[in-house]
T-cell receptor
Framework: EPEVTQTPSHQVTQMGQEVILRCVPI?????FYWYRQILGQKVEFLVSFYNNEISEKSEIFDDQFSVERPDGSNFTLKIRSTKLEDSAMYFC????????????FGPGTRLTVL | LAKTTQPISMDSYEGQEVNITCSHNNIATNDYITWYQQFPSQGPRFIIQGYKTKVTNEVASLFIPADRKSSTLSLPRVSLSDTAVYYCLVVRRKAGSYQLTFGKGTKLSVIP
């Protein structure tokens, strides 16, 4: 069964450093998403991406965040200058269509900002 | 989107059927009810989606009454591996609607 993959599984960084989290969505999917989950809290939507542009973003997704699909398979989330409060699990997801279609989540990247 | 309310936690013995009820009083005509499952340190996993009446797949059944103000996820004969958090989501199936809004979910603990 096809699945979403994410690398690395765990990233440790110093406050103020830039990090790039990588995702390979399911190959025939057209819609891509990033969510995050701070330890013990809810899964929160960050951004959705379609046709090489952001289609929707939350208030969390400020200027420190950016997304990119640099080639035909990868989907990345960049945090320019990490803060302590960015420590969380970051989940990538993809879906065939939008409008409430089933989203398939990756295993997540645990980001720890020291 | 309609707010959902579900129990914070439930316990069940192995082999029992588990029913988790979710209320969504303000559900709209365009909205579907979707359930996801999340194991610790893993991403959420889609379980089932429905609009009304009953939907069944190899994992679970979803019961939705005619007024659609609530829904019940039914897990037949649970095992220890079903211990997870279960999320009830209201999803609007229309163009331009992308994000999933997760609540706190129901933490199901299956006891041997």
């Amino acid at each position: 069964e096809p699945e979403v993959t994410q690398t690395p599984s765990h990233q440790v960084t110093q406050m103020g450093q830039e990090v790039i989290l990588r995702c390979v969505p399911i190959s025939n999917h057209l819609y891509f998403y990033w969510y995050r989950q701070i330890l013990g809290q809810k899964v929160e939507f960050l951004v959705s991406f379609y046709n090489n542009e952001i289609s929707e973003k939350s208030e969390i997704f400020d200027d420190q965040f950016s997304v990119e699909r640099p080639d035909g398979s990868n989907f990345t989330l960049k945090i320019r200058s990490t803060k302590l409060e960015d420590s969380a699990m970051y989940f990538c997801a993809s879906s065939e269509v939008a409008g409430g279609d089933t989203q398939y989540f990756g295993p997540g990247t645990r980001l720890t900002v020291l | 989107l309609a707010k959902t309310t579900q129990p914070i936690s439930m316990d069940s013995y192995e082999g029992q059927e588990v029913n988790i009820t979710c209320s969504h009083n303000n559900i709209a005509t365009n909205d579907y009810i979707t359930w996801y499952q999340q194991f610790p340190s893993q991403g959420p996993r889609f379980i089932i989606q429905g609009y009304k009446t009953k939907v069944t797949n190899e994992v679970a059944s979803l019961f939705i009454p005619a007024d659609r103000k609530s829904s019940t996820l039914s897990l037949p004969r649970v095992s220890l591996s079903d211990t997870a958090v279960y999320y009830c989501l209201v999803v609007r199936r229309k163009a331009g609607s992308y994000q999933l809004t997760f609540g706190k979910g129901t933490k199901l603990s299956v006891i041997p």
